[in-house]
Protein backbone atom coordinates (compact mmCIF):
# COMPACT_ATOMS: atom_id res chain seq x y z
CA UNK A 1 0.00 0.00 0.00
CA UNK A 2 1.37 3.81 -1.36
CA UNK A 3 1.99 5.88 1.82
CA UNK A 4 1.06 9.06 2.26
CA UNK A 5 4.85 10.54 1.69
CA UNK A 6 4.85 9.03 -1.78
CA UNK A 7 1.12 9.17 -2.73
CA UNK A 8 1.27 13.00 -2.53
CA UNK A 9 4.61 13.95 -2.75
CA UNK A 10 4.70 16.92 -4.57
CA UNK A 11 2.30 18.63 -2.09
CA UNK A 12 4.39 17.25 1.19
CA UNK A 13 7.21 18.27 0.28
CA UNK A 14 5.52 22.23 -0.49
CA UNK A 15 4.10 21.40 3.36
CA UNK A 16 7.41 21.10 4.46
CA UNK A 17 9.07 23.81 2.55
CA UNK A 18 6.30 26.14 4.33
CA UNK A 19 6.73 25.20 7.47
CA UNK A 20 7.91 27.88 10.10
CA UNK A 21 6.90 26.19 13.61
CA UNK A 22 10.05 25.11 15.88
CA UNK A 23 10.12 21.38 16.44
CA UNK A 24 11.40 22.04 19.87
CA UNK A 25 8.88 23.32 21.92
CA UNK A 26 8.91 25.97 25.07
CA UNK A 27 6.78 27.69 27.44
CA UNK A 28 6.98 30.53 25.08
CA UNK A 29 5.74 29.06 22.26
CA UNK A 30 2.84 26.74 23.41
CA UNK A 31 0.34 28.88 21.48
CA UNK A 32 0.48 27.85 17.75
CA UNK A 33 -1.66 29.84 15.11
CA UNK A 34 -2.75 28.17 12.19
CA UNK A 35 -0.21 28.36 9.30
CA UNK A 36 -2.95 29.29 6.63
CA UNK A 37 -1.09 28.46 3.64
CA UNK A 38 -0.16 24.79 4.66
CA UNK A 39 -4.24 24.30 5.29
CA UNK A 40 -4.53 25.21 1.62
CA UNK A 41 -2.17 22.54 0.83
CA UNK A 42 -3.51 19.79 3.46
CA UNK A 43 -7.20 20.57 1.70
CA UNK A 44 -5.68 19.58 -1.74
CA UNK A 45 -4.94 16.04 -0.18
CA UNK A 46 -8.31 16.36 1.46
CA UNK A 47 -10.13 17.12 -1.38
CA UNK A 48 -8.97 14.16 -2.93
CA UNK A 49 -9.88 12.08 -0.17
CA UNK A 50 -13.51 12.33 1.26
CA UNK A 51 -16.22 10.99 -1.18
CA UNK A 52 -19.75 12.65 -2.06
CA UNK A 53 -22.13 12.22 0.78
CA UNK A 54 -19.34 12.68 3.53
CA UNK A 55 -21.20 15.28 6.03
CA UNK A 56 -21.33 17.14 9.79
CA UNK A 57 -24.86 15.40 11.14
CA UNK A 58 -25.64 17.88 13.91
CA UNK A 59 -23.89 20.59 13.04
CA UNK A 60 -26.91 23.34 14.24
CA UNK A 61 -25.19 22.45 17.81
CA UNK A 62 -21.53 23.11 16.93
CA UNK A 63 -22.76 26.37 15.54
CA UNK A 64 -24.89 26.90 19.14
CA UNK A 65 -22.04 26.31 20.74
CA UNK A 66 -20.12 29.05 18.89
CA UNK A 67 -22.79 31.37 19.87
CA UNK A 68 -22.50 30.39 23.30
CA UNK A 69 -18.12 31.14 22.82
CA UNK A 70 -19.00 34.35 21.13
CA UNK A 71 -21.34 35.70 24.41
CA UNK A 72 -18.01 34.77 26.59
CA UNK A 73 -19.29 31.56 27.41
CA UNK A 74 -16.59 28.70 27.35
CA UNK A 75 -16.99 26.23 25.36
CA UNK A 76 -15.00 22.49 24.38
CA UNK A 77 -15.94 20.02 21.86
CA UNK A 78 -14.80 15.94 22.53
CA UNK A 79 -13.71 14.37 19.37
CA UNK A 80 -13.40 10.53 18.66
CA UNK A 81 -10.08 10.24 17.25
CA UNK A 82 -9.61 7.76 14.40
CA UNK A 83 -6.48 8.96 12.03
CA UNK A 84 -4.81 12.47 12.06
CA UNK A 85 -6.76 13.11 9.44
CA UNK A 86 -9.70 14.12 11.81
CA UNK A 87 -9.60 17.91 12.20
CA UNK A 88 -8.59 18.26 8.59
CA UNK A 89 -11.50 16.43 7.55
CA UNK A 90 -13.73 18.39 10.13
CA UNK A 91 -12.11 21.96 8.90
CA UNK A 92 -12.88 20.78 5.05
CA UNK A 93 -16.54 20.08 5.64
CA UNK A 94 -17.53 22.66 8.48
CA UNK A 95 -16.49 25.38 6.17
CA UNK A 96 -19.03 24.67 3.56
CA UNK A 97 -22.37 24.49 6.10
CA UNK A 98 -23.50 28.63 8.21
CA UNK A 99 -21.28 30.51 9.52
CA UNK A 100 -18.63 27.74 8.38
CA UNK A 101 -15.34 29.78 8.54
CA UNK A 102 -16.00 31.86 11.38
CA UNK A 103 -16.83 28.63 13.39
CA UNK A 104 -13.59 27.17 12.56
CA UNK A 105 -11.78 30.55 13.01
CA UNK A 106 -12.85 30.18 16.75
CA UNK A 107 -11.23 26.39 17.13
CA UNK A 108 -8.10 26.14 19.16
CA UNK A 109 -7.02 22.28 19.36
CA UNK A 110 -5.12 20.89 22.21
CA UNK A 111 -1.89 18.95 20.49
CA UNK A 112 0.31 17.11 22.30
CA UNK A 113 3.96 18.09 21.92
CA UNK A 114 5.00 14.68 20.24
CA UNK A 115 2.67 16.57 17.31
CA UNK A 116 5.87 19.36 16.84
CA UNK A 117 8.50 17.32 17.71
CA UNK A 118 8.42 13.86 15.79
CA UNK A 119 9.22 15.00 12.56
CA UNK A 120 9.23 18.07 10.09
CA UNK A 121 6.60 16.01 8.27
CA UNK A 122 4.22 15.94 11.22
CA UNK A 123 4.54 19.30 12.35
CA UNK A 124 3.74 20.74 8.40
CA UNK A 125 0.34 19.11 8.74
CA UNK A 126 -0.41 19.92 11.90
CA UNK A 127 0.53 23.65 11.86
CA UNK A 128 -1.93 24.06 9.20
CA UNK A 129 -4.24 24.12 12.57
CA UNK A 130 -4.51 26.77 15.85
CA UNK A 131 -3.14 24.37 18.25
CA UNK A 132 -2.15 24.96 21.70
CA UNK A 133 1.17 22.66 22.33
CA UNK A 134 0.58 20.40 25.89
CA UNK A 135 2.89 17.39 27.20
CA UNK A 136 0.44 14.85 28.01
CA UNK A 137 0.63 12.86 30.93
CA UNK A 138 0.40 9.47 29.12
CA UNK A 139 4.20 10.56 27.75
CA UNK A 140 5.52 11.65 30.92
CA UNK A 141 4.09 7.84 32.12
CA UNK A 142 6.24 6.66 29.70
CA UNK A 143 9.40 7.54 30.59
CA UNK A 144 8.85 7.00 34.87
CA UNK A 145 11.65 4.93 36.06
CA UNK A 146 14.25 5.86 33.50
CA UNK A 147 17.27 8.90 34.06
CA UNK A 148 15.33 11.08 32.08
CA UNK A 149 12.14 11.07 34.07
CA UNK A 150 12.93 14.22 36.57
CA UNK A 151 14.01 16.43 33.77
CA UNK A 152 11.15 15.75 31.55
CA UNK A 153 8.54 16.00 34.90
CA UNK A 154 9.89 19.33 36.01
CA UNK A 155 9.95 20.52 31.57
CA UNK A 156 6.03 19.06 31.35
CA UNK A 157 5.35 21.01 34.32
CA UNK A 158 6.36 24.01 32.77
CA UNK A 159 4.85 23.29 29.65
CA UNK A 160 1.68 22.90 30.93
CA UNK A 161 1.38 26.02 33.08
CA UNK A 162 1.73 27.72 30.19
CA UNK A 163 -0.58 25.83 27.80
CA UNK A 164 -3.14 26.18 30.79
CA UNK A 165 -2.74 30.09 30.63
CA UNK A 166 -3.20 29.93 27.20
CA UNK A 167 -6.16 27.57 27.24
CA UNK A 168 -7.68 29.88 29.65
CA UNK A 169 -7.16 33.43 27.96
CA UNK A 170 -9.09 31.99 24.84
CA UNK A 171 -11.52 30.22 26.02
CA UNK A 172 -12.63 33.36 27.53
CA UNK A 173 -12.19 35.14 24.67
CA UNK A 174 -14.27 33.75 22.35
CA UNK A 175 -12.61 30.82 21.25
CA UNK A 176 -13.91 26.93 21.48
CA UNK A 177 -11.09 24.46 22.66
CA UNK A 178 -10.81 21.42 20.83
CA UNK A 179 -9.85 18.07 22.63
CA UNK A 180 -9.63 14.62 21.76
CA UNK A 181 -10.01 12.55 25.08
CA UNK A 182 -8.56 9.43 24.24
CA UNK A 183 -5.33 11.60 23.99
CA UNK A 184 -4.48 8.96 21.08
CA UNK A 185 -5.97 7.99 17.77
CA UNK A 186 -7.53 4.33 18.18
CA UNK A 187 -6.29 1.20 17.00
CA UNK A 188 -8.61 -1.86 16.00
CA UNK A 189 -8.06 -4.54 17.97
CA UNK A 190 -6.55 -2.77 21.02
CA UNK A 191 -10.14 -1.40 22.85
CA UNK A 192 -7.43 0.25 25.17
CA UNK A 193 -6.77 3.23 22.89
CA UNK A 194 -10.23 3.79 22.52
CA UNK A 195 -10.62 4.35 27.09
CA UNK A 196 -11.03 8.29 27.94
CA UNK A 197 -7.91 9.85 29.96
CA UNK A 198 -8.94 10.69 33.56
CA UNK A 199 -7.77 13.83 32.95
CA UNK A 200 -10.70 14.87 30.66
CA UNK A 201 -13.49 15.10 33.63
CA UNK A 202 -10.75 17.99 35.03
CA UNK A 203 -10.77 19.56 31.39
CA UNK A 204 -14.59 19.66 31.20
CA UNK A 205 -14.99 21.09 34.52
CA UNK A 206 -13.28 24.15 33.95
CA UNK A 207 -15.56 24.60 30.68
CA UNK A 208 -19.32 25.75 30.29
CA UNK A 209 -20.57 24.16 28.16
CA UNK A 210 -19.57 21.14 25.07
CA UNK A 211 -20.21 19.13 22.52
CA UNK A 212 -19.47 15.93 21.75
CA UNK A 213 -18.81 14.63 18.10
CA UNK A 214 -18.49 11.15 17.23
CA UNK A 215 -16.55 10.27 13.41
CA UNK A 216 -16.99 7.24 10.96
CA UNK A 217 -14.58 6.89 8.31
CA UNK A 218 -11.03 7.10 7.87
CA UNK A 219 -9.02 9.20 5.12
CA UNK A 220 -5.50 8.51 6.52
CA UNK A 221 -5.07 4.83 8.07
CA UNK A 222 -2.80 4.04 11.07
CA UNK A 223 0.74 2.25 10.57
CA UNK A 224 1.28 0.93 13.63
CA UNK A 225 4.70 0.27 13.58
CA UNK A 226 5.33 3.60 12.12
CA UNK A 227 5.16 7.44 11.94
CA UNK A 228 2.23 9.39 10.17
CA UNK A 229 4.75 9.47 7.05
CA UNK A 230 4.01 5.17 6.79
CA UNK A 231 0.48 5.97 7.27
CA UNK A 232 -2.20 4.84 4.49
CA UNK A 233 -4.43 7.58 2.53
CA UNK A 234 -7.77 6.40 1.43
CA UNK A 235 -11.00 7.68 0.22
CA UNK A 236 -13.96 7.49 2.38
CA UNK A 237 -17.36 8.94 3.35
CA UNK A 238 -16.83 10.92 6.21
CA UNK A 239 -19.52 11.43 8.71
CA UNK A 240 -19.46 14.20 11.77
CA UNK A 241 -21.91 13.68 14.37
CA UNK A 242 -22.62 16.49 16.74
CA UNK A 243 -24.02 16.04 20.21
CA UNK A 244 -26.48 19.07 21.39
CA UNK A 245 -24.98 21.43 23.72
CA UNK A 246 -24.65 20.12 27.45
CA UNK A 247 -23.77 21.76 30.70
CA UNK A 248 -20.80 20.94 31.62
CA UNK A 249 -21.61 21.19 35.35
CA UNK A 250 -24.87 19.19 34.85
CA UNK A 251 -23.04 16.36 32.38
CA UNK A 252 -20.61 16.00 35.72
CA UNK A 253 -23.34 15.86 38.69
CA UNK A 254 -25.14 13.32 36.85
CA UNK A 255 -22.23 11.05 36.10
CA UNK A 256 -20.83 11.33 39.80
CA UNK A 257 -23.85 11.15 41.50
CA UNK A 258 -22.96 7.85 42.68
CA UNK A 259 -19.61 8.69 44.08
CA UNK A 260 -19.84 11.93 46.34
CA UNK A 261 -16.57 11.21 47.66
CA UNK A 262 -14.71 12.39 44.18
CA UNK A 263 -11.81 10.75 43.32
CA UNK A 264 -10.50 8.29 40.63
CA UNK A 265 -13.71 6.42 40.59
CA UNK A 266 -15.79 9.78 40.40
CA UNK A 267 -13.30 10.75 36.93
CA UNK A 268 -13.91 7.33 36.01
CA UNK A 269 -17.84 7.59 35.58
CA UNK A 270 -17.77 10.48 33.57
CA UNK A 271 -15.17 9.57 31.45
CA UNK A 272 -17.31 6.13 30.66
CA UNK A 273 -20.71 8.40 30.09
CA UNK A 274 -18.39 10.47 27.79
CA UNK A 275 -17.27 6.97 26.49
CA UNK A 276 -20.85 5.84 26.14
CA UNK A 277 -22.16 9.11 24.55
CA UNK A 278 -19.36 8.76 21.60
CA UNK A 279 -20.62 4.96 21.26
CA UNK A 280 -23.65 6.10 20.57
CA UNK A 281 -22.92 9.12 18.23
CA UNK A 282 -20.52 6.86 16.55
CA UNK A 283 -23.16 4.20 15.72
CA UNK A 284 -25.73 7.20 14.34
CA UNK A 285 -22.89 8.45 12.23
CA UNK A 286 -21.80 4.99 10.89
CA UNK A 287 -25.39 4.27 10.26
CA UNK A 288 -25.31 7.29 7.99
CA UNK A 289 -22.46 6.56 6.38
CA UNK A 290 -23.39 2.99 5.18
CA UNK A 291 -26.46 4.64 3.37
CA UNK A 292 -23.49 7.62 1.76
CA UNK A 293 -21.65 4.07 1.05
CA UNK A 294 -24.40 2.47 -0.66
CA UNK A 295 -25.68 5.09 -3.22
CA UNK A 296 -22.05 5.13 -4.08
CA UNK A 297 -21.83 1.60 -4.82
CA UNK A 298 -24.84 1.98 -7.09
CA UNK A 299 -22.92 4.44 -8.97
CA UNK A 300 -19.66 2.07 -9.50
CA UNK A 301 -17.57 4.39 -6.76
CA UNK A 302 -16.16 2.67 -3.57
CA UNK A 303 -14.23 3.65 -0.60
CA UNK A 304 -10.28 3.89 -2.03
CA UNK A 305 -11.40 3.19 -5.72
CA UNK A 306 -11.30 7.65 -6.58
CA UNK A 307 -7.89 7.92 -8.85
CA UNK A 308 -5.15 8.64 -6.19
CA UNK A 309 -2.22 8.32 -8.75
CA UNK A 310 0.72 11.04 -7.07
CA UNK A 311 0.10 14.71 -7.06
Same mark, same amino acid.
Given at each position: ?????????????????? =?????????????????? !??? +? $???????? $??? !????????????? $??? #????????????? #????????????? %??????????????????? %???? *? *?????????? %???????? !???????????????????? =??????? %?????????? =???????????????????????? $???????????????????????????????????????????????????????????????????????????????? *????? #????????? +??????????????????? !??
Amino acid at each position: MIHIDEQFKQITEQLIRN =SRQQQTVNPECVFQPANI !PNR +V $LVEKIISK $LVL !PGSRITGYEHLQE $LFH #HAQKGESCILLLE #HYSNFDIPCFFYL %AQNYDQGQEVLDSIVAMAG %AKLN *E *ESRFVLAFTE %AYTRIVIY !PARSLAALEGTPEYDDARAW =SRSINRS %ALREMIRLKN =SGHMVLLFPGGTRYRPGQPETKQI $LLETDSYIKGFDHMVMVGIAGNTLRVNPSGTMEQDTPGTDVMVYNVSPVTSTKEFRAKARQNFPEGGDEAKRAVTGAIEK *EFERL #HLQAEQTRQ +VALKGLAEKGVQPTSIDLS !PQ
